[in-house]
């Protein structure tokens, strides 16, 4: 079974650059989720999806941040204008309940963003 | 606001011995705490979980002890080996795992 897919692996940015990441999550999996881990922290939730729906997206900046998932399958999260402080790992998760009684999440491989 | 915190922030063990590795919340709504260890360059992978029916979660040299009353949870790494270095993630969830709030992380080495 093929896991969490991301592209691209590393970007580099000027402040004020653009730039779009896509995730496809593991096939069947209902519940989709993207996470900033600036260096050396833990991975912080930004927004996550259930199937095409945002289910919570408080920690997305949203006046830089968008992110979407139309079919309720692969997903984009894109940065409008980047700035220094953006620089991290964007990590892509997805998860299925499944009958368990816990979602465990599956993470990609992430992309490496640097704002210069 | 941190909600959960994570101690020592770096630890290095000799081979052989038990790790323990430190974690406390605050939510007492949190119900759900998975560990994550995360290796150099790759991303995190889901080690052992525990949610509030129990007191302690075993997996092999793993094991996760659980202070309801303190809000404190601990994992334990017998035996620890070099394959072991990592960074080790204490997360928590208030529903059914999905919305998982991480700690800062510990970094383990494991000297042979």
């Known amino acids: 079974e093929a896991g969490v897919t991301q592209s691209p692996r590393y970007a580099v940015l000027q402040e004020g650059q653009a730039v779009s990441f896509w995730c496809d999550p593991i096939?069947?999996?209902?519940?989709l989720y993207w996470y900033q881990q600036p260096r050396d922290q833990g991975p912080q939730l930004l927004v996550y999806f259930r199937d095409e729906a945002v289910i919570d997206n408080s920690q997305l900046p949203s006046d830089r941040f968008s992110a979407v998932r139309p079919k309720g399958t692969n997903s984009t999260l894109k940065i409008q204008s980047a700035k220094q402080g953006d620089t991290a790992t964007y990590l892509c998760a997805s998860s299925s309940l499944g009958g368990l009684n816990y979602a465990e999440q599956f993470f990609g491989p992430g992309t490496r963003l640097t704002v210069l | 606001q941190q909600q959960v915190r994570q101690s020592p922030q770096s630890l290095t063990v000799w081979e052989g011995e038990t790790t323990i590795l430190n974690c406390s919340y605050e939510d007492s709504t949190f119900d759900y705490f998975p560990w994550y260890r995360q290796f150099p360059g790759k991303s995190p992978a889901l080690l052992i979980a525990?949610?509030?029916?129990?007191n302690k979660k075993e997996d092999g040299r793993f094991t996760i002890f659980f202070n309801k009353r303190e809000k404190k949870l601990s994992l334990h790494i017998t035996d620890s080996q070099p394959g072991d270095s990592a960074t080790y993630f204490c997360a928590a969830s208030v529903i059914m795992g999905y919305k998982l709030t991480f700690g800062t992380g510990t970094s383990l080495l494991v000297d042979p």
């Open positions: 525990i949610s509030l029916v129990s």
């Open positions: 096939s069947g999996h209902d519940t």
